[in-house]
T-cell receptor
């Protein structure tokens, strides 16, 4: 079965607010996690990644938090913009990375003006 | 700076026909993957390869075959297409970091 999953299929936020997208995983051996953004009609694009020896990683307007105790991953987007509207997927890799990336079902982020 | 290129971008097949989807990457990545994406199902792994000459089954391999004769190419074959294989197919490649995806192939089987 699937080792990662997202809590909500849809998340609606006001433009300018912060967005938090959550993901739970079940494989304790997962040691590398990635967030992807997929805009309509396009392939997934890398946003940010984090390895299991870290709790937090920041990028430009995005932060990923990893809680290994409860096997939870979150993506925070600061000051959400219309261009952030997309489906967001978390993915994990375990065991050295030779296996395929396993994706959750995705959260559709909707930005309200 | 092509990255991952998939051909074709669109295709309509009749039930029972066969076809091959081509994925090419120019990043010298060892790992390559084929996913299918259906509404509400996210991305599901069909087959993957950890190097030239190797292939392995993913989550939903039935009805598909793959080959990795050259490091830069990963082919996905449908021997006898079925309507259940109507989907958007994505290829990806990676080495030690994140996976890079192609733009997808929209396949319709009628």
């Amino acid at each position: 079965g699937e080792s990662v999953g997202l809590h909500l299929p849809t998340l609606s936020v006001q433009e300018g607010d912060n967005s938090i997208i959550n993901c739970a995983y079940s494989n304790s051996a997962s040691d590398y996690f990635i967030w992807y953004k997929q805009e309509s009609g396009k392939g997934p694009q890398f946003i940010i990644d984090i390895r299991s020896n870290m709790d937090k990683r920041q990028g430009q307007r995005v932060t990923v938090l990893l809680n290994k105790t409860v096997k939870h991953l979150s993506l925070q987007i600061a000051a959400t913009q219309p261009g952030d509207s997309a489906v967001y997927f978390c993915a994990d890799i375990s065991g050295g990375g030779a296996d395929g990336l396993t994706f959750g079902k995705g959260t559709h982020l909707i930005i309200q003006p | 700076n092509a990255g991952v290129t998939q051909t074709p971008k669109f295709r309509v097949l009749k039930t029972g026909q066969s076809m091959t989807l081509l994925c090419a990457q120019d990043m010298n990545h060892e790992y390559m993957y084929w996913y299918r994406q259906d509404p509400g199902m996210g991305l599901r792994l069909i087959h993957y390869s950890v190097g030239e000459g190797t292939t392995a089954k993913g989550e939903v391999p039935d009805g598909y075959n793959v080959s990795r004769l050259k490091k830069q190419n990963f082919l996905l074959g449908l021997e006898s297409a079925a309507p259940s294989q109507t989907s958007v197919y994505f290829c990806a490649s990676r080495w030690q970091g994140e996976a890079f995806f192609g733009q997808g192939t929209r396949l319709t089987v009628v």
